[in-house]
């Protein structure tokens, strides 16, 4: 949760607590605090690209640090294509949705393939910074041959 922009720390680590209604609080915050579809969807991303840098001593992905990637698969997919391919993406923003786009709810819910050229940004990012589970995921998902 400390991954979380400033303006949801609050909200965030309610959420983390698991208190009661806590994420759909969350949700309504993001979505009043960040009302463009790009922004929010960029914001969430970057969110979501803090846990593949950071291992836990249990060495799986707290389920309160998947709150931006549950929040992303609410938004309709051709949002999500045109917010990560109508701008130059930071490194934690690749990161988010490298990891968005390997999530089994990403393939289970049939969305439509990744843009070519989105694919290919996000294969140069993680093969060349990418931690071993991410070049992994990759392997297996959108960088399939």
């Given amino acids: 949760m400390t991954a979380a922009p400033p303006a949801l720390a609050e909200a965030a680590e309610a959420a983390s607590r ?17 009302p463009d579809a790009n922004e929010r969807i960029r914001t969430l991303v970057a969110w979501a690209g803090f846990p593949p840098r950071h291992t836990t001593t249990t060495g799986g992905t707290p389920w309160y640090e998947l709150v931006p990637e549950r929040m992303l698969l609410t938004e309709p997919t051709e949002s999500i294509f045109n917010a990560l391919t ?3 993406l930071t490194s934690s923003q ?11 709810e990403w393939a289970a819910s049939q969305r439509a393939d990744i843009p070519d050229s989105l694919r290919s940004v996000l294969i140069t990012h993680v093969r060349a910074t ?16």
């Fill in 18 to 34: 698991r208190e009661t209604d806590a994420e759909e609080r969350l949700a309504d915050l993001v979505a009043r605090r960040y």
């Fill in 94 to 104: 690749l990161d988010g949705a490298a990891e968005l786009f390997t999530t089994l």
């Fill in 86 to 88: 109508s701008t130059t």
């Fill in 130 to 145: 990418g931690t071993d589970p991410m070049k992994f995921r990759m392997r297996h998902g959108y960088g399939a041959e």
